[in-house]
């Protein structure tokens, strides 16, 4: 069993990964009935021997007496990572995972990037490395950010470009949370664009995330639970929004769309965790979706959204999760990827579902999804028996897909009004280390980035000849 | 003489598991005293208590499938795996073929030959070393092709049959065509004979004549180990002399794979149909027959939309291409025949001379082996493993998709991080065309 590491940063970062270990606490509490610590909680839960306070605290049954998250985070103020060391997780955490500063970095990037990542760039290097040897075997590093402020997005993108040079054996996912349009921080496409090529450059896959798709999945939730026909109210811990039976109690106002975020890192991980008759490890993920070193940014789409109280009614067809997943509602960045080109695309099923549906479902969507000449059957599946909480069934999709192109054009249109006017500028160029060619080759980084989407976009729907093959001379 | 399997990654494990569990259950069964002592001989090694433990060596990359396997053949309470019989490691190969050949190979390679040694020393005979795995993904392709190549190394004369089970043409693993490639160039040169399964083909199977509504890999690997159970239980050959045969691979080679370009093989069982239907159902060797040639004749893999327009050409003319009608010729063809009433079987249809390629006799291509005991609950049961034109599309198809692909060196910076170059792709690319060519001028 291989272990991963989840590095949060900035403000996004720790609520999205607090929702996280709360989250993977329900679920394992939920499959793992006598409370023993397994080979599936080793994978981010660290065994804690008698030293620690032996204050058992307990979770739907699962007793923790000394579980330890294998995590660091990091953030450059103190707020939320105080506040979850005073919530109902504040025993599994210990200080050496935690760093803290009190100003936070004014939502510049190059604060957080240069000031901050040079200042502390031995304190964080110390703590990871302290965070891997406890690990057995460490296989990821999960690292959850945004991309519009200050912190997540600079000094988070640093510690990524450290962890390069620390652990360049060690797989990076990276969770990144994209601004929407009407964001109120008004130099997020600055610090977008500037953490973009920093992304392009250091990791090994992205999972974007869009803010405004977060929000609609929500808002659409909401309606069918408070709205919605007679004999469609929504089973009450099933929706990926919510947080039943978790440690946490009432609610916070961003707590439902981190769920979702959350709920994205159970399910790519669970075929590493519970046992499938086909599994996909977590380097099997850049393996397969990742066909050139850059355009490693994977489309997440998470379904069902819900499941239905009323269990007289047959239960959403399981061909309709296959088909919802390649829907723009499930999406969890604001794309459809049905009209864009697919490069490659991961199945990533959970519950009781064989071989035979995911045959059947992939024959029925392969016509309607465009896919690039040389990967015409470019699908990866895996099947892990553990559903998630609340479901007996449920359906990851990673897509490598262009309609990314149209999420980063935007972006480099809002820096490019910006850009023109030289708007705000300055707050980065007083920072030292900071230089106009950052903000240059930044642009040039996802300029060159979004005109490979292009070149590959073009080919689209064009008949391509097969490359001659070698002729073996008789 | 014994058996040693050797079984890598997830499918190998799991197919093997349900090899052992079919040939244990068929081996115990009834009262047929010296067939069930060859088989367990063959297969299991004894222990003082009396518990069969088979003779197999697993290996996978990481824990989760062998630890499955381990605890599901202990609790049959038949037979189960030596305690000790095991590797793994934390963390799988990624699907990754280079990954698995230049790094998870040599680096486990003391230890995997060890485990080796320790059976092949437990058995009396060596009949030979069957390994196990599937072509698609990381572990059995590569660390597989790695493992096979050091048994080759330290068992020069022995028979090293490896099985092979090949993806669904729609793909479980994106990059399966780089690794199906990268191991099938590579096993050419190694193994003595390459016997092959498609998921495709035993899926229909499933669907079409055991009409299993949700199949699932355990039934897929049902039906593998079944046919796989008629190959390797003990049988009488035409040089076994009226015994159970002691060298089942050196005889499987050697009626088969005579010629060092021809190492494909494949394999059609019938009948095939759910358990309930058994008990209704009545066999007659003449129509078995009948079907199973012109099964192989047609190349259908499976005892349903037999296309009986396809015959053998007529006397001098042989003139046939590669893309035209679907006429199957063979190299060579060993059927086995099982169940009562076996030695009334007439199997002249096989003999037939137009089957086959003008270079070798009939009488040389053609054997039959047999055996009066009915295997597997099947009051009769047929196989034919072809040395045949069968697997040339599947193979030409899964060798254009690998070349397109290639052709725009996409995921190849993924193989080049751990050793695969651009060459050693050509080399593989190279190799396989020449089989192409090779089974293509068969007719």
Same mark, same amino acid.
């Given at each position: 069993m291989t272990q991963s590491v989840v590095v949060q940063v900035g403000q996004c970062g720790n609520q999205v990964g607090c929702r996280f270990w709360d989250l993977a606490l329900r679920e394992h509490a939920h499959v793992n009935k006598k409370g023993l610590y397994?080979? /599936?909680? @080793?994978?981010?839960?660290?065994?804690?021997?008698?030293?620690?306070?032996?204050?058992? #605290?307990?979770?739907?049954?699962?007793?923790?007496?000394?579980?330890?998250?294998q995590a660091v985070l990091v953030d450059m103020e103190e707020g939320v990572v105080n506040e979850i060391l005073q919530g109902p997780l504040r025993e599994m955490f210990d200080s050496t995972q935690l760093l803290t500063d009190v100003s936070g970095s004014g939502n510049n990037w190059a604060v957080g990037h240069m000031t901050y990542g040079s200042a502390y760039r031995e304190q964080i290097v110390d703590k990871l490395r302290k965070a891997a040897e406890h690990c057995d075997c460490l296989q990821c590093f999960f690292l959850i950010h945004s991309m519009g402020g200050g912190t997540g997005s600079g000094l988070g993108t640093r510690v990524l470009s450290l962890l390069e040079e620390e652990f360049p054996e060690v797989c990076r996912i990276v969770t990144s949370i994209y601004p929407s349009a009407e964001d109120d921080v008004i130099t997020s496409p600055y610090n977008s664009v500037l953490a973009m090529r920093e992304l392009t450059e250091?990791?090994?896959?992205?999972?974007?995330?869009?803010?405004? @798709?977060?929000?609609?999945?929500?808002?659409?939730?909401?309606?069918?639970?408070?709205?919605?026909?007679?004999?469609?109210?929504?089973?009450?811990?099933?929706?990926?929004?919510?947080?039943?039976?978790?440690?946490?109690? #009432?609610?916070?106002?961003?707590? /439902?769309?981190?769920?979702i975020v959350a709920n994205l890192l159970l399910n790519i991980t669970s075929s590493a965790r519970f046992e499938g008759s086909l599994n996909m490890d977590l380097n099997e993920i850049a393996m397969n979706l990742v066909p050139f070193p850059r355009l490693h940014y994977?489309?997440? @789409?998470?379904?069902?959204?819900?499941?239905?109280?009323?269990? @007289?009614?047959p239960t959403r067809r399981l061909d309709q999760m296959f088909s919802d997943a390649f829907s723009k509602d499930h999406q969890l960045i604001r794309a459809d990827p049905k009209h864009s080109l697919y490069l490659a695309c991961a199945l990533m099923v959970r519950g009781n579902v064989q071989v035979s549906d995911l045959r059947r479902n992939i024959e029925r969507l392969k016509p309607l999804l465009p896919f690039v000449s040389w990967n015409q059957e470019g699908w990866k599946t895996s099947l892990c028996s553990v559903p998630p909480v609340g479901h007996s069934h449920a359906l990851l999709a990673l897509a490598n897909n262009t309609c990314v192109k149209l999420t980063f054009m935007e972006l480099r249109e809002r820096f490019i009004r910006l850009y023109r006017k030289k708007a705000h500028l300055h707050h980065y160029l007083h920072v030292d280390g900071m230089e106009q060619s950052c903000f240059s080759e930044a642009i040039s980084s996802l300029s060159s980035l979004i005109e490979e989407y292009q070149h590959l976009d073009a080919t689209k729907g064009t008949l391509m000849p097969d490359a001659p093959r070698l002729r073996i001379a008789r | 003489m014994s058996i040693v399997t050797v079984q890598l990654g997830q499918c190998g494990n799991q197919v093997g598991h349900e090899l052992f569990d079919i040939i244990c259950s068929d081996a115990l069964e009834g009262q047929r005293k010296v067939y069930s002592t060859a088989s367990c001989e063959r297969f299991f090694h004894q222990t003082t208590h009396g518990d069969l433990v088979a003779r197999a060596v697993l290996i996978d990359m990481e824990p989760k499938v062998i630890n499955q396997s381990i605890s599901r053949a202990a609790k049959s309470g038949r037979w189960r795996y030596g305690e000790s019989s095991h590797f793994s490691q934390k963390q799988g190969s990624g699907n990754n073929w280079a990954n698995g050949y230049c790094v998870h190979g040599p680096r486990h390679r003391a230890v995997v030959e060890e485990l080796v040694r320790r059976e092949v020393e437990r058995c009396d005979r060596l009949a030979g070393l069957m390994a196990m795995m599937s072509v698609a993904g990381g572990t059995g392709s590569g660390v597989g092709t790695y493992a096979t190549q050091c048994l080759r190394d330290i068992y020069p004369k022995s028979f090293i049959l490896n099985h092979l089970t090949w993806p669904y043409g729609t793909g479980e693993v994106i990059v399966q065509n780089y690794?199906?490639?990268?191991?099938?160039?590579?096993?050419?040169?190694?193994?003595?004979?390459?016997?092959?399964?498609?998921?495709?083909?035993?899926?229909?199977?499933?669907?079409?004549l055991l009409n299993i509504k949700h199949i699932s890999f355990g039934d897929v690997n049902g039906v593998i180990a079944h046919q796989l159970g008629s190959i390797l239980q003990p049988a009488l050959t035409a040089d076994s002399h009226g015994v159970y045969s002691r060298n089942p691979l050196g005889e499987l080679v050697s009626a088969l794979t005579c010629h060092p370009e021809y190492k494909l093989l494949s394999v059609c069982t019938i009948p095939q149909m759910p358990s309930s239907s058994m008990a209704y159902s009545t066999f007659s060797w003449p129509s078995l027959l009948k079907h199973l040639?012109?099964?192989?004749? =047609?190349?259908?893999?499976?005892?349903?939309?037999?296309?009986?327009?396809?015959?053998?050409p007529a006397g001098s003319e042989r003139a046939r291409s590669f893309t035209g009608p679907s006429f199957n010729t063979s190299l060579a063809n060993l059927l086995i025949l099982r169940g009562k009433e076996v030695y009334s079987a007439e199997t002249d249809g096989f003999e037939d001379p137009a089957l086959y390629t003008s270079w070798l006799s009939s009488e040389e291509a053609f054997n039959l082996w047999k055996s009066p005991v009915p295997f597997n609950k099947y009051e009769k049961c047929a196989t034919l493993v072809s040395n045949s034109q069968a697997l040339l599309r599947p193979l030409d198809n899964m060798v254009g998709k690998a070349?397109?692909?290639?052709? =725009?060196?996409?995921?190849?910076h993924q193989y080049v991080k751990f050793g695969i170059s651009e060459e050693d792709f050509l080399d593989s690319f190279t190799s396989l065309e020449q089989v192409i060519s090779s089974y293509s001028q068969l007719s």
């Open positions: 397994d080979e /599936a909680l @080793s994978s981010f839960f660290r065994n804690m021997i008698l030293w620690k306070v032996p204050h058992a #605290t307990v979770c739907a049954g699962l007793i923790l007496t000394h579980l330890n998250p250091h990791a090994d896959c992205v999972l974007p995330v869009e803010n405004q @798709s977060l929000v609609d999945i929500v808002d659409k939730i909401k309606h069918m639970s408070h709205g919605g026909k007679p004999g469609s109210a929504i089973k009450r811990d099933s929706t990926i929004i919510s947080g039943q039976g978790g440690l946490s109690g #009432t609610e916070k106002p961003f707590d /439902a769309m981190n769920n994977l489309v997440p @789409s998470l379904t069902p959204l819900y499941t239905l109280a009323d269990v @007289s009614v | 690794n199906s490639v990268l191991t099938l160039a590579h096993l050419y040169q190694l193994s003595d004979a390459i016997l092959v399964h498609e998921n495709d083909t035993v899926h229909r199977i499933c669907s079409q040639r012109q099964m192989l004749i =047609s190349n259908t893999k499976m005892e349903e939309g037999i296309d009986w327009q396809v015959r053998p070349w397109n692909m290639f052709a =725009s060196r996409a995921y190849i």
